[in-house]
């Protein structure tokens, strides 16, 4: 009788030990694999964001003032709209709406040195995906100059910051540079974005 009973506690023994590995063996395996989804979703990827696109006058472009100064010094609500091509974009859209500053000489011509294309910033703007991820950016703002180049009337060249994004741009980072140039036949604006953008 007392080697059943000895038997019987061996076996009981025996089999909480082994029980409480098992149970060790997966609290591990579930750790382990929170950790890699936590590690896989707080990895970023850094990759190279360059870009194309042409944008013109939206029909309600400066039919709106943001201030008046006088007829020849105001800033005027510009609203443009077109679309390009990206890397990690592919084909996308822009619609964009700021403040710019119309100041004319004195033979109503644009006038520079007296403030002549600045533009406001600071509101998020977005590139819209041909499948509707959207990459949201701020703009800082700033003024243009004149373009030392063939066709082109006007350039601006500022840093828009990468703010996060819809789809694939969740939670994205990042900037890039934004070169804009006004075509000498009003037809538009060409630009071109060199950057980088920060997935996670």
């Known amino acids: 009788m007392k080697t059943l009973k000895l038997l ?13 590995e098992e149970n060790q063996d997966l609290i591990t395996e579930d750790n382990l694999s929170e950790l890699n989804m936590q590690a896989k979703s707080s990895k970023q990827v850094e ?3 360059k870009a194309k696109l042409f944008t013109g ?10 201030s ?3 007829p020849t010094d105001f800033w005027g609500l510009e609203h443009q709209v077109g679309g390009g091509q990206g890397t990690h974009m592919g084909n996308f859209t822009v619609d964009l709406m700021f403040c710019i500053h119309i100041v004319l000489d004195d033979q109503g011509f644009p ?30 703002g ?20 990468i703010t996060g994004g819809t789809g694939r741009f ?3 980072t990042g900037e890039f540079v934004w070169l804009g140039q006004t075509k000498v036949d009003g037809s538009g604006s060409d630009h071109i974005l060199d950057g980088t953008i920060v997935l996670k």
């Open 8 to 20: 019987l506690i061996t076996c009981c023994l025996i089999f909480t030990v082994t029980a409480c």
């Open 47 to 49: 990759v190279p964001f």
């Open 57 to 66: 006058q939206a029909e309600d472009a400066l039919t709106e003032m943001c």
């Open 68 to 70: 008046f100064n006088s």
């Open 111 to 140: 006038d520079l040195g007296g403030g002549f294309g600045e533009f406001s910033g600071g509101e998020v703007s977005s590139m819209v995906t041909a499948n509707g991820d959207e990459l949201f950016f701020i703009h800082p």
């Open 142 to 161: 700033g003024d243009f100059s004149l373009s030392p180049n063939e066709g082109y009337t006007f350039l601006f060249e500022d840093v828009c910051t």
């Open 170 to 172: 969740e939670n994205a």
